[in-house]
Every structure is written in structure tokens, then in C-alpha cells.
């Protein structure tokens, strides 16, 4: 993990401002997205997003439902392809090198990839094996089940976990194999507050050791070296009305407010 | 390489776990076959001159029942995410699946086939080449099915359009798989069609893996 650390000249990068039109060869920018257009079934989801993150940075990604959140994630970890724009990974395209990508990076989406016929300790050894190309010892394992309090269940099938507990599993595959790059999508849905806790902490640390994060989040989660991203800013005029109108009162008044924040950035 | 047996050994490990899929193929397969004796009569000269046709047909179907889940399961859990990240190929992971596929239901098949032959009263020379030409065929019918698998996968009802996509691919392994024990059975050389049998087999299994990892990779977008 450490040998992919920028070098040392970071000290004289200042961080480029989520937004604007600026070139990524920066040094210091390690991650960064270029002109992002998505469109999914026909619906222009976002258009025109840029974003650039450093090592130790934590990307915030905020917005009414179906403003994107989840499609930038999937964009960032390969798994959709942009219809326009780059991601840059030290300036080079993505997609040039598409499995070194894959390498350096945790998805963890909504759906938590879980075999209920299979016992915890087998589902978190399973993926790891798989992105690790070896089978984990059972240390590791224990040690990434235990960070989140599951290390009790280990042996029991999957069948009988709660929801919290199912996501709470799908975290610690997080932790159980190293990369610079973490796409969390909701990671709080359905944890309770120590688990939470727990989560924050691995982040920190994450962060400290240089690692990036990009966390696509409604709840407040307060973060070091946060940079929110507000993803209504990019949606094309004519669909944020029609999001807006779809929406209940109270998802209308959310969107409002998040429009304010990200104007104030 | 790892990635490949842990995701062979998965599958085979959780199929056995739930006991549903595998045992399920197998006894579709010997109830249909048992069927046909029922239907036909006991007469043993039309038993052995339908024979190999009734099970391979049999077992074609079998083979139909088990694909629909091949892919499906992984995508409704969002693994087939996570397996599009990992760094082994699709394509390996695509070979993974049909020869876990294989073990639980084209094994299966290869080993009570010929108990089924001689139930409809085969005879020893075409029971030899019988075995043979299933060993050859099998793996050709998961290879053709894991296209249809990979093409229906998130489609809803993608069981009925499997079946009509994937059964008329079939036809080919049926009639040289017949061909063969009939060949046999008239004291004629049954190489030809093993053979081509062979041949299919080499044909389907680059087909197979290239045709599915593409129809995968479309339904990932």
C-alpha cells in the first residue's frame, strides 16, 4: 500500500477546489474525475462533474435520491462507464488500466454480495481470497471480523445475521485486504451508533495512513479533510425540476437545502 | 488461480449445503427417463431402439433446469459486482462457474446415465460408447447453456427465454450423441461421431466463454 503514496512535494500542492475547471496534473491530486457525464436509461443524471482527491482526502458525496450518489461511485470503482469524461488515477486514465484500478480500491455497495448457505468467517475469507489472489490467513480474518464486533459469529452461516450485521460484514471486507481507495455507498444504512463509531475510526486511520474515501452518505458523519460534494449542482437544470416534483415535501425541502450549502462552497 | 478454485469450490459448497440445485437436475432426470418405459410398454426392442434418445433428451433437460441460477444469484446480491472487480479475468470466472456447474449436475448425469441405459435395455457395445459420448457432450451442454444464462440474467421470467434460446443450440450434441450409440448398436464405427462430438466441445468452450463474459459485461452496465 505504501509504495503507491505520492511522492514527498505534497507539501506545496494546495488542494484544487471541487468544481473548478483546473488541469489534474497537479502533483499531490492522486484521484480525480474530469467532465463527468452520466446518463442511465436515457436520464442525464449529472453533467459536467469534477472532483480531485489527495492522500488522506475523504470525498462526501451529497444530494437528493437519485442525483447520482450511487452511479459516480460505480463510475469511480469501473463498473459503469461515464457516457463523457476521465477518471484520472496520477493523471493517467482509468480505464487505460482498468485492473490495476480494480486493485487499489473497496467497493461497497448497496447490495452486500452476502452467501446466506455460507458462514461469516467463509464469505469474508471467499472475497478477500478472490481480490487477494491467496487465501487470507484466519487472523486476518478474525482481526477484520472483530473490528466490527462480528468476530462472535464467525462460524455461524450468514442466513441468521440482521441487517446491520449483513453491512456490518460487508465493512469488514474493507478491512481485510488493504487499498488505497475506499467507495463506501451508505455505509451507515441500518448500523447502530457503536458500529458507526467503529466505522469512523477505521476511516480515520485509513485516512491517516494515506488513504483515500469517497462516502456517499445522508447522514451527517463528521469526517477530517471532509470535501463535500453536492451532486444536485451538476444535474442538468430541466431534471432537477423534475426530480424536485417527484419528490415528497420533505425530500423537496432536503434538495433545497443541499442547493444552499453547495452554493455557498 | 486461487480465485478460480475458490470460486469452483463456493459453488460446489454452497450447492451441497442446500442440496436443492444438483440433487434437484438428477432426479428430474431419472423420473423423466423412468417415464418413458411406463408410457411405452416393457417391450425391449422398442426400449432399445429409443433408448439413447430418451436420455439424452432427458438429460438435456436436466442440464436446462440448472443453468437459470448459474448467474442470476450472484447478480441479485450484488456479488457479480464485487466478482467484476477482482482481478481474475471474467473470463476465468466464467470457466469457474460451468465446470462448478458441470460437477454438480453433468457428473451426476454421467454416472447414473448408463444405469438408466440399461434400464431401457441398450446394449454393452453401445453402453461403452454411450458413456463416452455423454463425457463428451456434457460439458458442451454448460458451456452452450452459459450463454443462454449469461444473456437472460436479470431478465424477468429468463427461465422460459433460456430454454427456447438455448434448447435449439442443443440439437447438434443430440444428434451426434445419439448418433454415436446408434453406430455402435449396428456394429458400425461410432468415431465419426465422437469425434465431432469432440469437436463441438472444443468449438462451445472458447464460443461459450467469450459469448457469456460479453452478454455479462453488458448486463453489469
Not at chain 1, 478477500?128 to 489472489?133: A, E, H, N, P, Q
Not at chain 2, 441398450?122 to 452452450?144: C, K, Q
Request: charged share 15%; aromatic share 6%; with cysteine.
Amino acid at each position: 500500500m505504501d509504495d503507491t503514496h505520492p511522492p514527498s512535494d505534497t507539501s506545496q500542492e494546495v488542494g484544487v477546489a471541487i468544481g473548478a475547471k483546473k488541469p489534474q496534473k497537479k502533483v499531490g491530486v492522486l484521484f480525480a474525475g474530469r467532465g463527468l457525464v452520466c446518463v442511465r436509461g436515457g436520464r442525464t443524471v449529472f453533467v459536467g462533474l469534477d472532483f480531485a482527491l489527495e492522500p488522506g482526502d475523504a470525498l462526501v458525496l451529497m444530494g437528493p435520491n437519485g442525483s447520482g450518489k450511487s452511479s459516480l461511485l460505480r463510475i469511480m470503482a469501473g463498473l459503469l462507464k461515464p457516457a463523457e469524461g476521465d477518471l484520472l488515477w496520477h493523471g493517467y486514465a482509468v480505464e487505460d488500466d482498468a485492473r490495476s484500478h480494480y486493485a487499489r480500491q473497496h467497493y461497497v455497495g448497496h447490495l452486500d454480495g452476502l452467501k446466506v448457505a455460507m458462514t461469516v468467517s467463509e464469505n469474508l475469507s471467499f472475497w478477500t481470497g478472490l481480490r487477494m489472489g491467496e487465501v487470507p490467513s484466519a487472523s486476518s480474518v478474525r482481526n477484520a471480523l472483530s473490528a466490527f464486533g462480528l468476530d462472535c459469529l464467525a462460524d455461524f452461516p450468514a442466513r441468521i445475521l440482521s441487517a446491520g450485521q449483513k453491512r456490518r460484514l460487508s465493512l469488514a471486507r474493507v478491512l481485510a485486504s488493504p487499498a488505497d481507495l475506499w467507495l463506501l455507498d451508505e455505509p451507515t444504512v441500518a448500523l447502530d451508533r457503536d458500529s458507526v463509531a467503529a466505522l469512523k475510526q477505521a476511516i480515520a486511520h485509513h485516512q491517516q495512513h494515506g488513504g483515500m474515501v469517497v462516502i456517499a452518505t445522508h447522514s451527517e458523519m463528521a469526517l477530517d479533510r471532509a470535501r463535500p460534494l453536492h451532486l444536485d449542482r451538476f444535474v442538468p437544470a430541466s431534471e432537477l425540476a423534475e426530480l424536485q416534483e417527484d419528490a415528497a415535501t420533505v425530500l423537496r425541502k432536503n434538495g433545497h437545502k443541499a442547493g444552499k450549502k453547495g452554493r455557498r462552497l | 488461480m486461487t480465485g478460480f478454485w475458490l470460486i469452483v469450490h463456493r459453488d460446489v459448497v454452497m450447492a451441497w449445503r442446500q442440496g436443492g440445485d444438483g440433487l434437484m437436475a438428477i432426479m428430474f432426470f431419472l423420473i423423466t427417463v423412468t417415464l418413458f418405459p411406463l408410457g411405452v410398454g416393457p417391450e425391449s426392442g422398442i426400449l432399445a431402439r429409443i433408448g439413447a434418445a430418451v436420455v439424452w433428451v432427458a438429460a438435456l433437460l436436466a442440464t436446462l433446469l440448472s443453468l437459470e441460477r448459474m448467474f442470476q444469484t450472484d447478480f441479485e446480491d450484488g456479488s457479480f459486482d464485487l466478482i467484476a472487480i477482482a482481478p481474475l479475468p471474467l473470463e476465468a470466472v466464467v470457466l469457474a462457474k460451468c465446470m462448478a456447474n458441470w460437477l454438480l449436475t453433468g457428473a451426476p448425469l454421467l454416472l447414473t446415465a448408463p444405469i438408466l441405459a440399461m434400464m431401457l435395455h441398450m446394449d454393452r457395445e453401445g453402453l461403452a460408447i454411450f458413456v463416452v459420448a455423454m463425457a463428451l457432450g456434457t460439458p458442451s451442454l454448460v458451456f452452450i447453456g452459459a450463454i443462454g444464462a449469461a444473456l437472460t440474467v436479470g431478465a424477468r421470467r429468463g427461465g422460459v427465454l433460456l430454454t427456447l434460446l438455448v434448447l435449439p443450440l442443443y440439437i447438434p450434441v443430440l444428434i451426434f450423441g445419439v448418433g454415436a450409440v446408434e453406430a455402435a448398436v449396428t456394429g458400425q464405427s461410432a468415431q465419426p461421431h465422437l469425434l465431432v462430438l469432440g469437436g463441438l466441445l472444443l468449438g462451445t468452450l472458447p464460443l461459450g466463454l467469450w459469448a457469456s463474459t460479453t452478454a455479462l459485461k453488458q448486463a453489469l452496465e
